[in-house]
């Protein structure tokens, strides 16, 4: 009995994400329940964060769900009702972030920086190998040596 309740439950818990959105949130039209949908998919949870709003159950993400289906009914265009919610919480709303010259610069950074790591050691490599290292042989060293040769 208690492995059924446990099995039950675990099954339940497993299945939570899919029941974020709630009844009352759905569109009456198909298609803009999709359009909505795929909209919130997109966005993360800012409670969550590892998580769309289409996956959480906190209550700000219900709340975004609740108003991007209201732009939508509206007349907003998907993008209208993204550019909508960048404006209001910030571009980490979005879980694929735009292209732009502040994204270029985050996935570029690591690039620039190994590649001037590179060219600085081939440069300080130049630089060393053409200098002799250690010091002059001694006047006492020196014969050690002719003597070490003529052998």
């Not at 949130?25 to 909209?39: G, I, K, M, N």
Request: proline share 4%; charged share 25%; net charge neutral.
């Amino acid at each position: 009995m208690i492995r059924r309740f446990l099995l039950v439950l675990a099954l339940m818990t497993a299945a939570a994400p899919a029941f974020a959105v709630n009844p009352d949130e759905v569109l009456s039209d198909p298609a803009l329940e999709t359009r909505a949908r795929t909209l919130s998919s997109e966005l993360r949870c800012m409670v969550c964060q590892n998580q769309s709003i289409d996956d959480s159950n906190a209550d700000l993400a219900r709340d975004l769900r609740l108003l991007v289906r209201e732009r939508i009914t509206d007349g907003d265009s998907d993008e209208q009702v993204l550019n909508y919610i960048v404006s209001r919480y910030g571009e980490f709303v979005l879980l694929k972030p735009r292209v732009s010259a502040r994204t270029l610069l985050l996935w570029g950074a690591p690039v620039l920086l190994i590649l001037a790591g590179g060219a600085s050691l081939i440069v300080f490599a130049r630089k060393r190998a053409g200098k002799p290292t250690g010091s002059k042989l001694t006047a006492e060293e020196q014969a050690r040596l002719a003597e070490l040769l003529e052998k």
